[in-house]
């Protein structure tokens, strides 16, 4: 796994003490964070305040680090784009000549599992859109979003 500093150097960007905070705590959770989720795990962090995590948020979205994921209480949740190479591994050819010619929708094709009991939210990068051309000829997209809704393991054996 790659760390928050490596990530952005390689994106040819300038790591600061409040990124690489914001950061490292998204890459060492599985699941997507919310604004405050992000604040509390970087309680005692001088560098941060919500305003900062504010803004260090807006800014690994501008440079496609991350991506946002809008859940059911209307609170964005935050989560890392998949590494470029695994998420090439899964595209079909005619997906990525569409994905290269519309910049702006790459990576944020793939589908989001959202436990309806505990607000859970996982990436699914294995399940991509498959877009009919015609709507990008139409329509300007500029965010593609699948949600899968339902139950995750812990919630189903708490209820079971
Ligand atoms: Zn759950
Ligand atoms: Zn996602």
Redesign the pocket.
């Known amino acids: 796994m790659q760390t928050a500093e490596q990530l952005i150097i390689e994106a040819g960007l300038r790591p600061t003490k409040a990124r690489l905070a914001v950061l490292s705590a998204m890459i060492h959770s599985h699941k997507a964070l919310s604004h405050t989720e992000i604040l509390t795990a970087l309680q005692g962090v001088k560098e941060i305040d919500r305003v900062t995590v504010y803004r260090v948020l807006d800014w690994l979205q501008a440079n496609a680090l991350i991506?946002k994921?809008s859940t059911d209480d209307r609170a964005w949740k935050f989560?890392l784009n998949a590494p470029v190479r695994r998420y090439k591994a899964v595209e079909t050819a005619s997906d990525s000549a569409q994905l290269n010619h519309h910049g702006l929708v790459s990576n944020h094709g793939?589908a989001?599992l959202h436990c309806q009991n505990c607000g859970t939210v996982l990436?699914i990068h294995e399940l991509a859109a498959h877009i009919p051309p015609a709507i990008f000829a139409t329509y300007q997209v500029s965010q593609i979003e699948i949600s899968l809704k339902g139950l995750c393991p812990d919630c189903q054996q708490a209820t079971a």
């Open positions: 991506h994921i989560q793939h989001h990436c």
